[in-house]
């Protein structure tokens, strides 16, 4: 057999495999509101100041060089509807007015204020060492049930914080990825983002309902504290410390979900060569993660997920 044909039936397989998957997702996501209803009906009875009191949430913005946008991330958190809220600010080591913004901020709204069961708490990191670094640094000063993750260009819904939060009355889910969309999508290459989100985003709905979500982006993650214990934390070396964490709790077996209801905002590359750069770090890292989690890969461990591990991945 030449190399010619080796390549045609090699790509012919592939793409089968795509139009499966894509046959399913066309199939199953529609079931995701089944899921959604399923989870919500056990937590029907329970107020919303009972959630409150029984999970903690602590929110980790690592921020690097967030000079200009840092104030508005604070005053998302500040402003949300989630009374039971720890903000932590992990500035790491930035080399621009970070540090000034956030203490200013501080001073200025924080200091001797009502935050109405809110918390502050602001680590001043001088070395950079990284997004997974600084997330690190806040989950080990954290005092929350729950964990989540965000970018210092992120804006949460008012209520995001709380859609998400509920769901985890349910024992059952360890991990959450938010409804995530494109807050610059006026031009054209935000339009083509948001586009991408949209289709990516409903994809989750069918990776929720067969529990095979293996990317909980950093822009909006949530995960129970405990999972930290039993996992570790997020790694400090990969470039997407967000997917290395997340494809993680799957090799775990741990039960993630897609929360369709908590919704935040987040800035797009504004130019097609801030496009590239972020795409090529993407790739570089889930390739890492998939090297690294190889044994995922067409496995029969009874802890590993088959749709993962037979058609998602491959």
């Given amino acids: 057999m030449d190399i010619r044909n080796t390549i ?37 009875s329970i107020s919303k100041v009972e959630v409150e009191k029984k999970l903690k949430v602590s929110v980790i913005v690592p921020a690097w060089n967030e000079e200009v946008g840092i104030a508005d991330a604070i005053t998302s958190l500040l402003q949300n509807s989630y009374n039971n809220l ?13 540090d000034t913004a956030v203490k200013k901020y501080y001073e200025k709204n924080i200091r001797n204020k009502n935050l109405y069961g809110k918390s502050f708490i602001y680590i001043n990191k001088k070395k950079n060492a990284g997004k997974g670094a600084a997330i690190n640094s806040g989950i080990k000063q954290s005092s929350g049930d729950l964990i989540v993750t965000m970018d210092a260009d992120t804006r949460f819904e008012k209520d995001a914080i709380y859609n998400a939060a509920r769901y985890f009355l349910d024992k059952d889910i360890d991990a959450g990825v938010g409804n995530v969309k494109i807050a610059n999508s006026k031009n054209i ?105 190889s044994n995922l890969f067409f496995s029969n461990n009874k802890n590993h997920n088959f749709f993962l591990s037979w058609i998602l991945l491959p």
């Fill in 8 to 44: 045609l039936i090699t790509s012919f397989v592939l793409s089968g495999i795509s139009l499966f998957r894509y046959l399913i997702y066309l199939f199953l996501s529609p079931l995701y509101t089944f899921q959604k209803i399923k989870i919500l009906k056990k937590i029907k």
């Fill in 86 to 98: 720890e903000i932590i600010v992990v500035n790491d080591g930035s080399v621009d007015k970070t």
């Fill in 189 to 293: 290459l935000g339009i083509i983002q948001q586009i991408e989100y949209t289709i990516g985003f409903y994809f989750k709905r069918c990776h929720s309902v067969l529990n095979c979500e293996y990317i909980i982006g950093g822009a909006f993650g949530i995960f129970r504290k405990e999972i930290f214990e039993k996992c570790g934390f997020f790694d400090e070396k990969n470039k997407t410390e967000d997917i290395e964490f997340s494809t993680r709790l799957k090799s775990f077996g741990l039960k993630t979900i897609f929360i369709e209801d908590a919704i935040a905002y987040t800035e797009g590359p504004s130019t097609f060569e801030g496009l590239l750069k972020q795409r090529s770090r993407w790739k570089k890292g889930r390739m890492d993660t998939f090297l690294r989690y």
